[in-house]
């Protein structure tokens, strides 16, 4: 994880497109004695003396069938860049399918990537160290919201509905994401030398909804 994370700071298109803080190092201690994954995150220029749960930052994830790479609007996002997000449902859901879009077009012809969307309401009785206790969740592919796709995925619209709502009228310690999970069954690319640059273009990917929450 070290490793990547390195690599991911210093990487020209991150600093040029997402403006991550490449002088940040990141989480203290990212491995726990207890879970089956391990996570870390790149800091965003803006927040600065801020704790990471107040503003946007990256996320990859490494489980042991997968690895994430998502844009985390944390529990205790600042109010202003929550309301940002949910002036319109109509604009929310123009932007989640522009993020959406961007993902296919960077991945296409490669097998073992799916847009992902997450709703998460979790807390720590324990600590921060310990494992968290899951609320509410939800997790989908947002193709979901379209009526006709490539894919065979049916149009449920109502999932991105669901996220919104509970957006707008957050009253809970309420995290979501979007981005993108490889599949390293599925993904060969994982395996070589441009799995780093996956990683780049799932971020970057993100970007519309960062900076319809960031304007």
């Known amino acids: 994880m070290k490793l990547i994370m390195k690599e991911l700071r210093h990487d020209k298109k991150l600093i040029d497109h997402m403006n991550i803080d490449s002088g940040f190092e990141g989480r203290g201690a990212i491995t726990g004695t207890v879970g089956t994954h391990v996570w870390d995150y790149l800091q965003l220029k803006g927040a600065e003396g801020m704790r990471f749960t107040q503003y946007p930052h990256l996320t990859i994830g490494i489980h042991d069938s997968r690895v994430d790479a998502m844009l985390t609007f944390p529990h205790h996002l600042k109010t202003e860049l929550r309301k940002n997000l949910t002036v319109k449902k109509e604009r929310f859901r123009e932007i989640v399918l522009d993020v959406t879009s961007g993902i ?71 995290q979501f994401q979007i981005g993108a999970v490889f599949k390293y069954d599925e993904c060969s690319v994982l395996k070589n030398s441009e799995s780093i640059n996956l990683l780049v273009n799932a971020f970057i990917a993100g970007k519309p909804l960062l900076d319809l929450a960031t304007f």
């Open 104 to 174: 296919e077009k960077t991945f296409r012809g490669i097998d073992g990537i799916v847009p992902q969307m997450r709703g998460a309401q979790r807390r720590w009785p324990h600590g921060q160290r310990a494992p968290s206790v899951s609320d509410a969740e939800i997790c989908f592919d947002p193709r979901t919201v379209l009526s006709q796709n490539d894919h065979k995925i049916r149009c449920q619209p109502q999932w991105l509905d669901a996220i919104f709502e509970a957006i707008k009228a957050k009253k809970s310690n309420l």
